[in-house]
């Protein structure tokens, strides 16, 4: 059971934009900042967007970020086949002084 | 260019133990925060264990909490990671991973191509 809660899965058709979910509680997104990583098929994980909104260099700014209490999101516009990967959110937590992630969600490009 | 390379996963029967290296380049290793992170067989992410920038202040997970040592040689460019009473639990991907920031708090920006660890009899 992971403390940050994900759908475990989402699903578009190239072009289409998708959202995904990220739920916590006071003691991590309330009060820290949340990051996203990207997981292509067979690969480490890759940074995605820092601190709630930012795009490391090369992250293309189809990709998105945003936070509202204790809950984020990621969104991705002009989806593409390549986009098609496993999202990972994250958190520090104050109470197990140390990041916590979410479940996943797979994302499927139709 | 930046680079983690990890090393030293493998298989050890429950009980035992291993040590996990992690050297990196490319940048001021000594500047930042250092995580380990796993990823058991077709699931998540789990956060291992911090250690900052100067190897003052280390955090673990409570499930490896009085089990592993994460430890780090700024001299040397390497990170470690000692893990001692292994359970089939801890069968997983093990990857370094760099932090943003000093503290740890910042995100992991570089990751190491993971290394295997398989617990069993």
């Known amino acids: 059971q992971s403390v940050l809660t994900q759908p475990p899965s989402a699903s578009g058709t190239p072009g289409q934009r998708v959202t995904i979910s990220c739920s916590g509680s006071?003691?991590?997104?309330?009060?820290?900042?949340v990051h996203w990583y990207q997981q292509l098929p067979g690969a480490a994980p890759k940074l995605l967007i820092y601190r709630n909104i930012q795009r490391p260099s090369g992250v293309p700014d189809r990709f998105s970020g945003s936070k509202s209490g204790t809950s984020a999101s990621l969104a991705i516009s002009g989806l593409r086949s390549e986009d098609e990967a496993d999202y990972f959110c994250s958190s520090w937590d104050d109470s197990l002084s140390g990041p916590v992630f979410g479940g996943g969600t797979k994302l499927t490009v139709l | 260019q930046v680079q983690l390379v990890e090393s030293g996963g493998g298989v050890a029967r429950p009980g035992r133990s291993l040590r996990l290296s992690c050297a990196v380049s490319g940048f001021t290793f000594s500047s930042y925060g250092m995580h380990w992170v796993r990823q058991a067989p077709g699931k998540g992410l789990e956060w291992v264990a911090l250690i900052l920038f100067d190897g003052s202040e280390t955090n673990y997970a409570e499930s490896v909490k009085g089990r592993f040592t994460i430890s780090r040689d700024n001299s040397k460019n390497t990170l470690y990671m000692e893990m001692n009473s292994l359970r089939s639990e801890d069968t997983a991907v093990y990857y370094c991973a760099k932090d943003r920031h000093a503290s740890g708090r910042g995100g992991m920006d570089v990751w190491g191509q993971g290394t295997t660890v398989t617990v069993s009899s």
């Open positions: 006071n003691s991590n997104i309330y009060n820290n900042y």
